[in-house]
């Protein structure tokens, strides 16, 4: 999302007038987009900004800029009375204050069919940044902005706002517009990303956009993130079956293997009716690859709890499972009614017990890829070898002279491991 957001930002900016630089002592504007999802991430975002204060005070024109979760949908005064050198804050996916501010400061009269444009970027046209064109083969689209579920442990709702989805029309054109500049896969986005339509008018939901999505020509691969698991209809599933544009790469969260856990989450499910799920999946899209998501140390978390959602990790061998430890969010119902009793050392342990396990199932999942042809689209050379990946999403490197930007080709595999494969182009 803050990926997407902050292209569409770039190329805002880039309309009015500013040029991207690598340095932030070059710059004139700085633009920090945050993400406060767990403790370490806000971390992050806190430690950028405290290392920005020498520039502002050498520089008293620099602007500095706050953007996306740090701030929310409800703005962060807090933040703002803690960090005076911010001159400007924007809400997730909005950075209409910060535009508002350069516009007012550079006092210059822009002309009405550029303000227009800056406009039309800000509301949904799309234009690839500058840095960004001939070289980006792969891009988000973020369809659903927002949830509305309130899981316990999860600050996105409180930050993000209420579920909305992005209108219908919008999301075709952004979509051939990325085509027109040179994309070849898109991802659809959305917190709960199968909910897509269920709060617009009319029959639309997201199985229905795959559909109109796939006639695009020259788009080569359509993916969507992230399911959950009580939205993920047959209808879909088909959908992804009989798409072959559609990748058999399905991001499900389980979040917790035991049922008094998943509840204490108000996730709204069972881990019976998750492991029936994945089982569908893999007899309606035959070869698809799932990833999950998985807490580990939610409050009250016993071992033997913990061990119930290894023991579902070790029986369903999916092959992706994106591990975190809790990190109470101020505001959320799990952390103003449950008391974080996992001890850190203990949260950890548990997380690595998890992760030595998926790299076991990794590892076997991917080593019978050994010797296979699979079909890679290339999206970026460095350190002399090119970058791409399977349509299940494993990563795939390739050496070779030829230029494979944005080439969908066949490639041997000739190496296996349990977070990339090494191949030869066929
Ligand atoms: N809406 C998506 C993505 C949410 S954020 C979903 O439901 O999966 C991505 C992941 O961060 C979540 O899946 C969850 O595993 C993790 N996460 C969210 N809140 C967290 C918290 N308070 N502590 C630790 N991990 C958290």
């Given at each position: 999302?803050?990926?997407?957001?902050?292209?569409?930002?770039?190329?805002?900016?880039?309309?009015?007038?500013?040029?991207?630089?690598?340095?932030?002592?070059?710059?004139?504007?700085?633009?920090?987009?945050?993400?406060?999802?767990?403790?370490?991430?806000?971390?992050?975002?806190?430690?950028?900004?405290?290392?920005?204060?020498?520039?502002?005070?050498?520089?008293?024109?620099?602007?500095?800029?706050?953007?996306?979760?740090?701030?929310?949908?409800?703005?962060?005064?807090?933040?703002?009375?803690?960090?005076?050198?911010?001159?400007?804050?924007?809400?997730?996916?909005?950075?209409?204050?910060?535009?508002?501010?350069?516009?007012?400061?550079?006092?210059?009269?822009?002309?009405?069919a550029k303000q227009d444009k800056i406009n039309a970027i800000l509301d949904g046209d799309f234009v690839l940044?500058?840095?960004?064109?001939?070289?980006?083969?792969?891009?988000?689209?973020?369809?659903?902005?927002?949830?509305?579920?309130?899981?316990?442990?999860?600050?996105?709702?409180?930050?993000?706002?209420?579920?909305?989805?992005?209108?219908?029309?919008?999301?075709?054109?952004?979509?051939?517009?990325?085509?027109?500049?040179?994309?070849?896969?898109?991802?659809?986005?959305?917190?709960?990303?199968?909910?897509?339509g269920l709060d617009l008018p009319g029959n639309i939901n997201l199985a229905g956009l795959l559909h109109d999505?796939?006639?695009?020509?020259?788009?080569?691969?359509?993916?969507?993130?992230?399911?959950?698991?009580?939205?993920?209809?047959?209808?879909?599933?088909?959908?992804?079956?009989?798409?072959?544009?559609?990748?058999?790469?399905?991001?499900?969260?389980?979040?917790?293997?035991?049922?008094?856990?998943?509840?204490?989450?108000?996730?709204?499910?069972?881990?019976?009716?998750?492991?029936?799920?994945?089982?569908?999946?893999?007899?309606?899209?035959?070869?698809?690859?799932?990833?999950?998501?998985?807490?580990?140390?939610?409050?009250?978390?016993?071992?033997?709890?913990?061990?119930?959602?290894?023991?579902?990790?070790?029986?369903?061998?999916?092959?992706?499972?994106?591990?975190?430890?809790?990190?109470?969010?101020?505001?959320?119902?799990?952390?103003?009614?449950?008391?974080?009793?996992?001890?850190?050392?203990?949260?950890?342990h548990r997380f690595r017990m998890l992760e030595s396990l998926q790299e076991e199932i990794s590892t076997e999942?991917?080593?019978?890829?050994?010797?296979?042809?699979?079909?890679?689209?290339?999206?970026?050379?460095?350190?002399?070898?090119?970058?791409?990946?399977?349509?299940?999403?494993?990563?795939?490197?390739?050496?070779?002279?030829?230029?494979?930007?944005?080439?969908?080709?066949?490639?041997?595999?000739?190496?296996?491991?349990?977070?990339?494969?090494?191949?030869?182009?066929?």
């Amino acid at each position: 999302m803050n990926v997407a957001d902050s292209r569409r930002l770039a190329s805002a900016l880039e309309m009015m007038g500013f040029e991207p630089t690598i340095k932030p002592k070059d710059a004139d504007v700085i633009i920090l987009n945050t993400c406060v999802v767990r403790q370490s991430a806000e971390n992050k975002a806190i430690g950028r900004l405290s290392s920005l204060r020498p520039l502002k005070d050498k520089n008293p024109d620099l602007v500095i800029s706050l953007m996306g979760c740090l701030i929310g949908v409800r703005g962060n005064q807090k933040i703002l009375d803690r960090f005076p050198w911010v001159d400007v804050a924007s809400p997730p996916s909005d950075p209409t204050p910060l535009i508002n501010f350069l516009n007012q400061r550079s006092g210059k009269d822009r002309s009405q069919a550029k303000q227009d444009k800056i406009n039309a970027i800000l509301d949904g046209d799309f234009v690839l940044p500058q840095k960004d064109q001939n070289q980006l083969v792969s891009a988000f689209i973020p369809i659903v902005y927002g949830c509305s579920h309130a899981c316990t442990y999860c600050i996105i709702p409180s930050k993000r706002g209420i579920e909305h989805s992005r209108p219908y029309d919008e999301i075709i054109t952004e979509a051939q517009s990325m085509v027109g500049q040179g994309i070849r896969e898109i991802t659809l986005l959305g917190q709960i990303v199968d909910r897509y339509g269920l709060d617009l008018p009319g029959n639309i939901n997201l199985a229905g956009l795959l559909h109109d999505l796939h006639q695009i020509k020259d788009l080569k691969r359509i993916r969507f993130l992230t399911s959950h698991p009580n939205w993920m209809t047959d209808d879909l599933l088909q959908t992804v079956a009989d798409l072959p544009k559609v990748c058999p790469h399905i991001e499900v969260p389980i979040q917790a293997g035991d049922d008094d856990i998943l509840a204490a989450m108000k996730r709204g499910y069972t881990s019976a009716e998750y492991r029936d799920l994945v089982g569908k999946i893999r007899k309606m899209i035959p070869g698809a690859s799932i990833a999950t998501d998985i807490i580990v140390g939610f409050p009250g978390e016993t071992q033997e709890q913990f061990m119930n959602t290894y023991q579902l990790l070790d029986d369903l061998r999916m092959d992706v499972a994106h591990l975190a430890r809790y990190s109470p969010r101020t505001g959320t119902y799990a952390e103003r009614k449950l008391e974080d009793d996992v001890p850190e050392a203990e949260k950890m342990h548990r997380f690595r017990m998890l992760e030595s396990l998926q790299e076991e199932i990794s590892t076997e999942i991917n080593a019978k890829l050994m010797n296979q042809v699979v079909s890679v689209l290339f999206e970026e050379k460095s350190r002399g070898r090119w970058r791409g990946r399977t349509p299940t999403n494993k990563l795939v490197f390739v050496e070779s002279d030829e230029n494979l930007l944005g080439q969908e080709r066949n490639v041997l595999i000739e190496w296996t491991g349990p977070w990339s494969l090494i191949g030869a182009l066929q």
